[in-house]
């Protein structure tokens, strides 16, 4: 006799679902508002983003701090809700290691731009000194730039609103700009835009000097630490985009999924990864393996679908160890294996 299972079970189950590196961003902003509301407000002062206390008093912790503090509970709400939304894909596909590197590489750049930005305007011709001396926190600046590197990531072409009205991927960011600007006037324009540049850049390869290296991503994810934790490494399904630096077994930090497709604005807070199919787009095909001696991308390309080629290999290994001949050519001598293609 089967009976449901209990609330409290299934917030539980929910929760323990929630990668582990997104999970503590959630409940450290959390924690850090509810300190925050115990002791007063005086400590927002100290660790608000403010361009003139940054350069002029050399306060460089506000680069890193600003982003986890919120001014209260709709703002902290709302910023939490945005990264379980795109922080869950994304951490399920570059690993905690990566997703890590990003959020602090996001928010130092991000604010380092904001801070320029804001004694920029007040330069001539603008004349525009307000920006220096605001203080801001929050970190939807971060989640912006995590919104364009997640359309990347997942090679995500549109977004479907309710069903009813397909946005560009490309395009969303820029109308989140504009649609947050228009509903709350006093959030930091600048704080956003910063965030959206710095993730179009990484997007775009720009900043690859300040991410981790391939090794050192493998280095750091086969420690002991990240080993001992159980903390999600970077998806091997995923096709990766090499570095020129990195040569055939590097990798660049964007893992770029076997097709295009769309995802909900509102989905996958309750559901599985990646985001749901627009309408009309294909699916996915399953990820395809690959043995250093054979390559089953070739084979898929001679007509073989993927599980098929993978069979195909993995009777050419059982043949090879057998001492028989198997499928196709053996291992190549006197050479490297064929670079993987990208699919």
């Given at each position: 006799m089967s009976s449901e299972a209990s609330p409290l079970a299934v917030l539980r189950a929910w929760v323990r679902s929630i990668p582990p590196v997104t999970r503590v961003l959630v409940v450290t902003c959390t924690l850090l508002l509810g300190i925050t509301t115990l002791i007063g407000g005086g400590l927002m002062t100290d660790v608000c983003l403010s361009a003139d206390r940054v350069v002029r008093h050399m306060q460089a912790?506000?680069?890193?701090?600003?982003?986890?503090?919120?001014?209260g509970g709709i703002h902290l709400l709302?910023?939490?809700?945005?990264?379980?939304?795109?922080?869950?894909?994304?951490?399920?596909?570059?690993?905690?290691?990566q997703l890590s590197w990003l959020v602090a590489t996001l928010s130092v750049l991000s604010n380092c731009l904001y801070v320029g930005l804001a004694l920029a305007a007040g330069l001539p011709p603008l004349g525009w000194s307000q920006p220096s001396f605001q203080c801001v926190l929050g970190f939807s600046g971060v989640l912006f730039g995590l919104i364009v590197v997640h359309a990347e990531v997942a090679h995500i072409a549109s977004y479907s609103l309710f069903g009813a009205v397909t946005i560009p991927a490309r395009a969303y960011p820029w109308l989140l700009l504009a649609a947050c600007q228009l509903m709350v006037p006093h959030v930091s324009f600048l704080g956003h835009l910063s965030g959206l540049l710095v993730g179009q850049a990484?997007?775009?390869?720009?900043?690859?000097?300040?991410?981790?290296?391939?090794?050192?991503?493998?280095?750091?994810?086969?420690?002991?630490?990240?080993?001992?934790?159980?903390?999600?490494?970077?998806?091997?399904?995923?096709?990766?985009?090499?570095?020129?630096?990195?040569?055939?077994?590097?990798?660049?930090?964007?893992?770029?999924?076997?097709?295009?497709?769309?995802?909900?604005?509102?989905?996958?807070?309750?559901?599985?990864?990646?985001p749901a199919l627009v309408p009309g787009t294909p699916p996915a095909p399953p990820p395809i393996l690959r043995t250093p001696s054979m390559s089953i991308?070739?084979?898929?390309?001679?007509?073989?679908?993927?599980?098929?080629?993978?069979?195909?290999?993995?009777?050419?290994?059982?043949?090879?160890?057998?001492?028989?001949?198997?499928h196709g050519a053996g291992p190549r001598k006197g050479g490297p294996a064929p670079p993987p293609a990208p699919l």
């Open positions: 912790w506000r680069l890193l701090t600003s982003s986890l503090f919120h001014t709302f910023n939490m809700v945005a990264l379980l939304q795109v922080g869950v894909p994304l951490e399920r596909l570059l690993g905690s290691v990484l997007a775009l390869g720009l900043l690859r000097l300040a991410m981790p290296s391939p090794a050192t991503v493998a280095t750091l994810e086969s420690s002991s630490v990240v080993q001992r934790w159980g903390l999600p490494s970077s998806d091997p399904g995923a096709t990766l985009r090499a570095m020129p630096d990195a040569g055939v077994a590097g990798a660049h930090l964007l893992p770029i999924s076997t097709a295009s497709h769309g995802g909900g604005l509102l989905e996958g807070l309750w559901q599985p990864y990646p991308v070739h084979q898929c390309r001679a007509g073989q679908g993927p599980e098929a080629a993978a069979a195909a290999a993995a009777a050419a290994a059982e043949a090879r160890l057998a001492g028989t001949k198997g």
